[in-house]
């Protein structure tokens, strides 16, 4: 019997009692891990293929240590310039052992949490009044002298009246700041 499992965003083929190298996973050494990703099973002549992944199949691990891989050389060199440079990295990996491959007969459900979508900027307590100023429909109207203004002048207005916050104020936040004063 055989799987293929996706494992630290990388897809292996694994059997029973396989040694694998993957890269660095967050698991003591001694610990045993499951992955559900499997994407395929092969039980001889039978394969069953998922869509994107088997449901009620996992594969049973066990980490038997961490280590680095060999050392790769990355050299860079432009000829006539004088451009030499020599790099060297190593990859941290985990060795892990396929303890058991298969199908249970429940599928454990993970809870589905819904994400709130908040929001990060919030807006300063006199945008905030500006605002809802603006919105309400009971709220005096703009007159047609403060619309025919410039910002500035309208900013310069909103100073002398005491109206807090309003530099960063929109025309239209600024005509409904003052007509609510």
Same mark, same amino acid.
């Given at each position: ?6 494992? =630290? ?5 694994? +059997?029973? $009692? ?39 199949? /996992? ?14 050389? !990355? ?26 491959? *298969?199908?249970? &007969?429940?599928?454990? =459900? ?9 929001? !990060?900027? @919030? ?6 009044? #500006? ?11 703009? /007159? @047609? $002298? ?11 207005? &909103?100073?002398?009246? *005491?109206?807090?916050?309003?530099? /960063?104020?929109?025309? #239209?936040?600024?005509? =409904? +700041?003052?007509?609510?004063?």
């Amino acid at each position: 019997m055989y799987a293929i499992v996706e494992i =630290a965003g990388q897809q292996f083929k694994v +059997a029973k $009692d396989q040694k694998v190298y993957v890269h660095r996973l967050d698991a003591k050494t001694g610990s045993k891990i499951s992955f559900d990703q499997v994407l395929l099973l092969g039980d001889g002549d039978k394969v069953t293929v998922g869509a994107p992944a088997i449901a009620n199949a /996992s594969v049973e691990a066990k980490v038997v240590k961490h280590l680095k891989d060999d050392k790769v050389i !990355v050299f860079k060199k432009k000829r006539r310039k004088g451009y030499r440079v020599k790099n060297g990295h190593r990859q941290s990996l985990t060795e892990i052992l396929i303890e058991s491959i *298969g199908t249970s &007969a429940k599928k454990k =459900a993970a809870p589905a949490e819904k994400v709130e979508k908040t929001n !990060v900027k @919030a807006k300063p307590a006199a945008k905030k009044e #500006a605002a809802k100023a603006a919105t309400k429909k009971t709220a005096a109207k703009p /007159s @047609a $002298d403060l619309s025919s203004k410039t910002v500035a002048e309208l900013k310069a207005m &909103a100073k002398e009246s *005491g109206v807090s916050g309003y530099t /960063s104020l929109k025309k #239209a936040e600024l005509i =409904a +700041a003052l007509s609510a004063k």
